[in-house]
């Protein structure tokens, strides 16, 4: 997979931009800070996604004081293109199109034109909560298996339904459990899904990071909240056992919503005891290793959307990063080339003031 063009209007800093003619292979975007670059790397993720890779709301990427943005790419797979346009204004409406016909749910985009990121902001996925930790796992599975997004989704709007019994006064306690055989049934295969691909990354991104950070070692772990050797029973069990004390506090306490991944560097915790370096390391090992094993799982390599990445890494393990994303189109971002930096096919743009130029050299 790789994006032949992409048309930004109104987005962020972005007032009029198409830009196009980029490497298959590595694509250089320098600039100084608040330019446009991470911007651009959005607007690209946005329209794989449909949602902003910061988390942030569809408004809040329109330019100050206009009322509609829209972003229009074409990506390639093979010779078979896609097309994705999507607009949205600051009233909250949104519409997408793929290869001119509208879609009503997000979900039909899911998996179209996959992209994957890395950022600074992905420093959250290590530092906070479980659940910015199981959402990046999620996401990345359901770009691979767009069923899996719609079963989780499926499945959060049962615990949604349930929060809201559970926290009635005199609930008939039947209609919970008719819920919680909800909860099973999409549970047991939220687990599956999940335990399997984090076994796979575990051994994947294990094997980057040694490339990465000479030698370090990398540990995930899936922190499961039921037996994993017989999901549909022990998931039963454990909400029959558990029934009390979610009536008691309101909130539905089992299942793979309440799940963990744990992140260990050198056998420490990556939470309490890597610095921050290591931190941003160990996420770029994951997510190279999310691109490899969606190029397994589907014959066709996602892009590659690097943030900020030179900043952590010297020389030689830029050299490792270029070699392990041999075969993927990339995108990374800085504010200068670091000197006597080379990949195959590379192409070298400039950014400022949302303006990209392609440049000589």
């Known amino acids: 997979m790789y994006l032949d063009e992409i048309a930004l209007k109104n987005y962020r800093n972005y007032e009029s931009c198409r830009i196009g003619g980029f490497s298959r292979g590595v694509n250089i975007f320098i600039g100084g800070n608040a330019q446009g670059k991470t911007n651009f790397l959005e607007a690209v993720n946005y329209v794989s996604w449909g949602r902003s890779m910061r988390g942030s709301l569809d408004k809040e990427a329109v330019t100050?004081?206009?009322?509609?943005?829209?972003?229009?790419?074409?990506?390639?797979?093979?010779?078979?293109?896609?097309?994705i346009e999507e607009e949205f204004d600051?009233?909250?409406?949104?519409?997408?199109?793929?290869d001119g016909e509208s879609?009503?749910?997000?979900?039909?985009?899911?998996g179209i034109a996959n992209t994957i990121v890395f950022s600074p902001d992905d420093l959250r996925t290590v530092?906070?909560?479980?659940?910015?930790?199981?959402k990046t796992i999620d996401q990345e599975i359901s770009k691979v298996r767009p069923v899996y997004y719609r079963d989780l989704t499926t499945y959060m709007s049962a615990?949604?339904?349930?929060?809201?019994?559970?926290?009635?006064?005199?609930?008939?306690?039947r209609l919970i459990e008719s819920y919680n055989e909800q909860l099973v049934e999409y549970g047991t295969k939220i687990i599956d899904r999940r335990g399997g691909f984090?076994?796979?990354?575990?051994?994947?991104?294990?094997?980057?990071?040694?490339?990465?950070?000479?030698?370090?070692?990398?540990?995930?772990?899936?922190?499961?909240?039921?037996?994993?050797?017989?999901?549909?029973?022990?998931?039963?069990?454990?909400?029959?056992?558990?029934?009390?004390?979610?009536l008691e506090t309101g909130v539905s306490m089992t299942g793979p919503h309440r799940e963990d991944v744990d992140i260990r560097i050198g056998g420490m915790s990556a939470k309490s005891f890597a610095s921050q370096g290591q931190q941003r390391t160990a996420i770029l090992s994951i997510k190279i290793a999310c691109a490899m094993l969606a190029k397994k799982a589907t014959g066709d390599a996602p892009v590659l959307l690097l943030d900020d990445v030179f900043s952590e890494l010297d020389e030689k393990r830029r050299n490792n990063l270029v070699r392990m994303t041999e075969g993927f189109q990339v995108f990374i971002t800085g504010t200068e080339l670091p000197g006597g930096f080379k990949a195959p096919e590379m192409k070298l743009f400039t950014v400022e003031k949302g303006k990209i130029e392609s440049v000589l050299f």
């Open 198 to 246: 984090i076994d796979m990354l575990a051994k994947t991104a294990s094997h980057v990071h040694q490339q990465l950070a000479s030698g370090e070692k990398l540990e995930i772990a899936y922190r499961c909240c039921c037996d994993r050797g017989d999901i549909k029973n022990s998931l039963t069990k454990k909400l029959e056992k558990n029934m009390d004390r979610e």
């Open 127 to 134: 530092k906070d909560s479980p659940s910015i930790r199981r």
């Open 64 to 83: 100050y004081g206009k009322r509609l943005a829209a972003v229009d790419a074409r990506f390639f797979s093979g010779d078979f293109m896609r097309h």
């Open 103 to 110: 879609i009503k749910r997000i979900s039909l985009l899911v």
């Open 90 to 98: 600051t009233e909250g409406k949104k519409q997408i199109k793929i």
């Open 159 to 173: 615990v949604r339904e349930k929060n809201r019994l559970l926290k009635m006064k005199g609930t008939d306690v």
